[in-house]
């Protein structure tokens, strides 16, 4: 592959919601710039993209993949990106290497949830973005109403530069409404005509109002349409070309991926309106908490950012990265700043799928890969040693679903954690735990699909395989009233016995004020060097669980009174003393279960507000409030018990059609109604090692 300047790089996330041809649409452009012989298709799981088992297995996109081609001396850096909220992960990491977003919308289904979502996404980043309209030659396919659905979305800046030439199964090209030219496919051969008859009027209308929205982006060209002077189509695209970069003008192509209809245009409109690094904002880079600014100059010093690593358990870490300035070559020496560590770029390459091919030199705004950096993970930057700057890491995804995990084979327990730190370096949006009261291993993650496609790579590069149980809730105990007994320990063997007697009163105290101990002792009925040995008792059996096997709280304990004996008493014996007393009086003082509650912040479009707050009444929860976006959404705030939110990703997704966002945290432990007793101890009885 040829060695290309900043200006004739293009880096291009293709990007929208799951099933609206992404991958297909990669792999006719790949197809379009000779690159494969033939384009595969998902169904037959042979794209280059789509290579993982896991994702020929389900023909979804799991993560995301670079693609390259070069096309009429430039070089398009695709990147094939995941369209399920699951795996938004790779879509944020593509954007924050992208240099232009291209939109792929299928004009059957139109705008959907997360074709919204990344748009967001890519507004607040300020990425230029341009749209092409998918799967026009498939029946109920309507180029029409999606570009509706487009500009009531987007706004004024979504701008058609085609119109379709034949609807559904007839879709046979496009009208270039700069030229007042079609162009009109056979075989996938293009050949450019006078307009048709049937919509020459509609193209002009259409063709008269673009060149009125471009030309007010510039004076000049502005001042001569008025006089009646019509610009040129090349002095039109170049104009359109910086209200692209500025992002504020989102330019509409159409055509059919899987038909290869209007590809090779689109390819043309990436070169010559699409952004190339250069011509991006510089990136702001700190160090020292001095904030800097780095351009895409190859003539620079090196500076490289990891965007995404991949656990290869044939190659090891594949680190890909983007060049931000200077220009590397194989066995360059950078540091990473937050490891202080060395590191050696052995052997550049760029992916082609799986395909790894060599590079001679990576310059700037170039991406490429490198294999088996030692301590570099995502996010992270390589720079020189002498000028440590970094590139600010992105706000991490918050999970949403959890589960717990246990290896099938007792012995794979230390391989487990090993294999999920490898996954966790591929992707960042998952997390595991280690609950030391329940003794689970928690694994969190954006969905459903997520953490199965997480149970499947663990099967599959590393060998592990896994039981999925439920999270268990942290239930709290308490007391509801005063009580006090004796505790009483004595033990007899051949030489010295135990012996050690506590009298104790427990009293209920206010909800979160924790635990204190008192003692009363006088006359030395108890050694002082034993009473902290009972605390110990009491506080070991609040820890390992009360009436009810959960953890003790909000308890206030008072020593009374007790015995000792010179000979046979120790801190054993009176540790002993002390959780049999707690214990007999925990029994009498009214034990009762407590159950974690959580805040919980839906955000929600306004139709779907009364549906959530229904469902947030039937889990138990207390609406504490509502209020309105800047952007007309509804935000429903409320306190839903714990225990209701475990599949809450899951039933919300399905309650909004997607639409919904949620975040919680933990705010307070409150009384479990008496009712739901039962089930709580039946969960714990089945499960007997979170009893412990």
């Known amino acids: 592959m040829q060695i290309f300047p900043p200006e004739r790089i293009r880096n291009v996330a293709l990007v929208g919601h799951g099933g609206c041809g992404k991958t297909t649409l990669a792999e006719a452009l790949l197809h379009c710039a000779g690159v494969v012989n033939r384009p595969g298709r998902v169904e037959d799981g042979n794209t280059v993209t789509d290579h993982d088992p896991e994702e020929i297995k389900r023909g979804i996109s799991l993560s995301l993949d670079l693609a390259p081609f070069e096309r009429d001396g430039y070089k398009i850096n695709l990147i094939d990106c995941p369209g399920y909220a699951d795996f938004i992960g790779d879509t944020v990491a593509a954007l924050s290497v992208a240099d232009l977003a291209v939109f792929v919308v299928s004009a059957v289904e139109g705008v959907e949830v997360q074709t ?215 066995d360059t020496v950078l540091t990473n700043p937050r490891t202080h560590a060395e590191e050696r770029l052995h052997t550049l390459f760029t992916l082609r799928g799986k395909e790894h091919i060599a590079l001679t030199e990576i310059r700037a705004g170039d991406l490429a890969a490198v294999a088996k950096l030692a301590d570099t993970a995502t996010a992270d930057t390589l720079a020189p040693k002498t000028t440590p700057v970094r590139v600010p890491a992105p706000e991490p995804l918050e999970p ?119 003692e009363k002792i006088v006359g030395g009925a108890i050694p002082r060097q034993f009473i902290p040995a009972v605390e110990k008792g009491v506080l070991e059996t609040m820890s390992n669980g009360g009436h009810f096997g959960f953890p003790v709280v909000d308890v206030s304990v008072t020593l009374t009174d007790g015995k000792f004996h010179p000979v046979d008493s120790s801190e054993m014996s009176f540790k002993m003393a002390g959780s049999l007393g707690f214990r007999e009086a925990m029994a009498k003082a009214g034990p009762v279960l407590l159950e974690p509650v959580s805040w919980l912040e839906v955000t929600v479009p306004p139709n779907y507000q009364g549906d959530v707050m229904g469902d947030l009444n039937s889990r138990r929860g207390r609406v504490q409030g509502t209020e309105t976006t800047e952007d007309g959404r509804q935000v429903v705030r409320a306190l839903v018990p714990t225990s209701e939110l475990a599949r809450y990703a899951i039933d919300l997704r399905s309650l909004t059609g997607g639409w919904g966002r949620f975040r919680h945290g933990h705010d307070h432990y409150d009384l479990l109604p008496q009712h739901l007793y039962d089930k709580v101890a039946k969960a714990k009885s089945a499960d007997p090692v979170a009893a412990h």
């Open 116 to 330: 919204q979502v990344v748009w967001d996404m890519a507004a607040a980043m300020g990425l230029p973005r341009l749209i092409f309209v998918n799967k026009l030659d498939r029946e109920r396919a309507s180029f029409e109403r999606t570009l509706a659905q487009l500009q009531e979305s987007f706004g004024a800046g979504v701008a058609p530069l085609e119109l379709p030439v034949g609807e559904e199964v007839e879709f046979r090209g496009v009208a270039d409404l700069l030229t007042d030219t079609a162009i009109t496919y056979e075989a996938g051969q293009p050949s450019r005509g006078p307009i048709p008859d049937d919509m020459e009027s509609s193209e002009r209308e259409v063709h008269e109002a673009l060149v009125e929205g471009i030309v007010v982006g510039d004076d000049a060209l502005m001042e001569r349409y008025l006089d009646g002077d019509v610009p040129s189509a090349k002095e039109l695209e170049d104009t359109l070309a910086l209200g692209v970069a500025a992002g504020t003008v989102f330019p509409v192509l159409c055509g059919s991926a899987a038909k290869e209809v209007a590809i090779d245009r689109l390819a043309d409109f990436i070169c010559e309106i699409g952004p190339s690094p250069a011509a991006r904002p510089p990136v702001e880079v700190e160090a020292g908490g001095a904030r800097h600014e780095v351009k895409a100059d190859p003539d620079a010093e090196p500076l490289a950012y990891v965007f995404k690593t991949v656990a290869d358990p044939y190659v090891g870490k594949l680190s890909l990265f983007k060049v931000l300035s200077g220009t590397l070559k194989p």
């Open 400 to 518: 949403v679903l959890s589960i717990a995990i246990r290896p099938k084979s007792k012995g794979d327990e230390d391989k487990l954690m090993t294999a999920i730190h490898r996954l966790q370096e591929e992707d960042p949006a998952l997390r595991v735990r280690r609950d030391d009261e329940t003794h689970q291993t928690v694994l969190s993650g954006m969905g459903e699909t997520h953490l199965q496609i997480v149970a499947e790579r663990l099967h599959r590069k590393f060998g592990v395989d896994v039981e999925v149980e439920p999270v268990q809730v942290a239930y709290r105990e308490t007391i509801t009233q005063s009580a006090e007994a004796e505790g009483r320990y004595k033990k007899q063997t051949g030489g010295h016995g135990q012996f050690g007697v506590a009298n104790l009163i427990l009293s209920p105290t206010e909800r979160g004020s924790g635990f204190s101990f008192e």
